[in-house]
């Protein structure tokens, strides 16, 4: 905010009841800094990002979205990767959420064409819009697992 003043708008949507639900650590980083890398940067009005959480069932929904160039596009000389992704921040991620949910877990890089934002006016550019979707922990495995060892082995009782 300091570097890039009114030109970076940013909104975080955090519901009460989700703000102390663990995920893995530095998920949400690189796709923050490439919006602003990618979006805020090249364009001189600069642009909106948000990040938001929502339960969705029993999962947890995480979204960081931007009013950018769009992926793909060439912007103040830089040019912004595609919707596929190859960069090393965008493996981390995908290589984080294997690890801690196998296949229980979902990462897309969307254009963000259909935001709010980009629909009303508000804001130009289609954006970037990247989703991951994990299950909804209350607790984190760790502290589930002190749990368990605290409370010892199940004990049957016979009467």
Known sequence: AVR??????????????????????????PLVENAIKYAVTPLEEGA????TARRVGD?????????????????????????????????????????????DQRFEILSNSSSPLVQTGTAKGP???????IPLQLVSPAEQARAERLAGPAQEVVQ
């Open 59 to 103: 999962r947890l929904e995480l979204t960081v979205a931007d009013t950018g160039p769009g992926p793909g596009a060439a912007g103040g000389g830089d040019y912004r990767p595609a919707i596929e992704g190859t960069g090393v921040g965008l493996a981390n991620i995908r290589d984080r959420l294997q690890q801690a949910y196998g296949d």
């Open 48 to 51: 909106d990002i948000w990040v």
């Open 127 to 133: 954006g970037v819009l990247a989703v991951i979707e």
């Open 4 to 29: 890039m003043g009114e030109r970076l708008r940013f909104t975080l949507d955090l519901p009460e009841d989700l703000r102390e639900v663990p995920v893995p650590p530095l998920l949400l980083q």
